[in-house]
């Protein structure tokens, strides 16, 4: 085991689930009901990573007059029944967690998603695997403030050294270097691997199992 970092903090959306399905419905959903033409995939993806009220809001730039409070209560309304439709773990994940669980890393999900949302979907997929998990909370401000990791670092009492940060986004990006904490990107998320590359993280992998390359 490298000794190096003791916990390990996980970004959700596009690093260890695949929940581009089920926003993109969800999307949808909330375009329908204010009679606008569907969004693919594509269009979604790049307003993910920064919360709901930003894909929300971002995901109605065609449209006028609409309340993005309101909007953001359409979304969340189908969302919170149907989060469950189709997100999976990325291939390799779960035998990547249970690799690193065994080897005697904490882990942690840090997420922009809301905090309950993060706690179902954890409880339903993982099943235990996370000794932490937390979202979107009045607690502390969201990424990529560096107040959700020194949440998450509080709670194991462990400091900034002690941790590594993965993700697959800018957001993650910045959320680590402001928590002035190492960082992992991966490229099967949501962002193309030149963006990743173009950032500079301390590590980039392309699948779960690279991982080990690294981190051993």
């Given at each position: 085991?490298n000794?190096?970092?003791?916990?390990l903090?996980?970004d959700?959306?596009?690093?260890?689930?695949?929940?581009?399905?089920?926003?993109?419905?969800?999307?949808?959903?909330?375009?329908?009901?204010y009679?606008?033409?569907?969004?693919?995939i594509?269009?979604?993806?790049k307003?993910l990573?920064?919360?709901?009220?930003y894909?929300?809001k971002?995901s109605?730039?065609?449209?006028?007059?609409?309340n993005?409070?309101?909007?953001?209560?359409?979304?969340?309304?189908?969302?919170?029944?149907?989060?469950?439709?189709?997100t999976?773990?990325?291939k390799g994940i779960?035998?990547l967690?249970?690799?690193?669980k065994?080897?005697?890393?904490?882990?942690?999900?840090?997420?922009n998603?809301?905090?309950?949302l993060?706690?179902?979907?954890?409880?339903h997929?993982?099943?235990?695997?996370f000794?932490?998990a937390?979202?979107?909370?009045p607690l502390?401000?969201?990424?990529?403030s560096?107040?959700?990791?020194n949440?998450?670092?509080n709670?194991?009492n462990?400091?900034?050294a002690d941790?590594?940060?993965?993700?697959d986004?800018?957001?993650?990006?910045?959320?680590a270097?402001?928590?002035?904490?190492?960082?992992?990107?991966?490229?099967?998320?949501?962002r193309?691997?030149?963006?990743?590359?173009?950032?500079?993280p301390?590590y980039?992998?392309?699948?779960?199992?690279?991982?080990?390359?690294?981190i051993v």
């Amino acid at each position: 085991m490298n000794k190096k970092y003791k916990l390990l903090i996980f970004d959700m959306d596009g690093t260890i689930l695949d929940t581009s399905k089920d926003l993109t419905l969800a999307v949808n959903y909330m375009r329908k009901y204010y009679e606008l033409p569907k969004l693919s995939i594509q269009e979604v993806l790049k307003n993910l990573g920064y919360g709901i009220e930003y894909l929300v809001k971002n995901s109605l730039k065609d449209a006028a007059n609409i309340n993005v409070t309101s909007a953001k209560e359409v979304f969340r309304e189908y969302y919170e029944i149907h989060s469950l439709d189709n997100t999976r773990p990325y291939k390799g994940i779960i035998k990547l967690i249970k690799k690193l669980k065994k080897r005697g890393f904490s882990l942690a999900i840090n997420s922009n998603k809301p905090d309950n949302l993060v706690k179902e979907l954890n409880d339903h997929l993982f099943k235990g695997l996370f000794d932490f998990a937390i979202g979107e909370s009045p607690l502390y401000q969201k990424k990529p403030s560096p107040a959700s990791n020194n949440f998450i670092l509080n709670h194991f009492n462990l400091d900034k050294a002690d941790a590594l940060y993965i993700g697959d986004s800018e957001v993650d990006f910045e959320t680590a270097r402001k928590s002035k904490i190492d960082v992992m990107l991966v490229t099967w998320g949501f962002r193309t691997p030149n963006l990743l590359i173009s950032l500079e993280p301390d590590y980039i992998i392309e699948k779960p199992n690279n991982f080990f390359k690294y981190i051993v």
